[in-house]
Nanobody, 115 residues
Framework: QVRLVESGGGLVQPGGSLRLSCAAS????????VGWYRQAPGDQREWVATIAKTGFTVYADSVKGRFTISRDNAKNTAYLQMNSLKPEESAVYYCNARDPEGIYWGQGTQVTVSS
């Protein structure tokens, strides 16, 4: 069982930036594929980005060029740098970690983009 804790959310103005963190309770973090998702009220959870064990990254078209997913295996932490944020991107952002035995989710962190 892997416990994930997201942090870094908050209130930001349109066009602003935030960096989210996802801290994992495992020293084998390097073995996990990590993803970021978001869910706005009334909407389904939406995939945002994924980083593989190799460091290979994939992004949803809606965030490509503005968001950057990264990981620091020495700190057992993944990140999501979000730039040029839009009001419609207000949501709870979740990270997950995946290995052959299962998928683990954090509790989420709220991001609100508003002036």
């Amino acid at each position: 069982q892997v416990r994930l804790v997201e942090s870094g959310g908050g209130l930001v103005q349109p066009g602003g930036s935030l960096r989210l963190s996802c801290a994992a309770s495992t020293s084998n973090f390097k073995l996990y594929e990590v993803g970021w998702y978001r869910q706005a009220p009334g909407d389904q959870r939406e995939w945002v980005a994924t980083i593989a064990k190799t460091g290979f990254t994939v992004y949803a078209d809606s965030v490509k060029g503005r968001f950057t997913i990264s990981r620091d295996n020495a700190k057992n932490t993944a990140y999501l740098q979000m730039n040029s944020l839009k009001p419609e991107e207000s949501a709870v952002y979740y990270c997950n970690a995946r290995d052959p035995e299962g998928i683990y989710w954090g509790q989420g962190t709220q991001v609100t983009v508003s002036s």
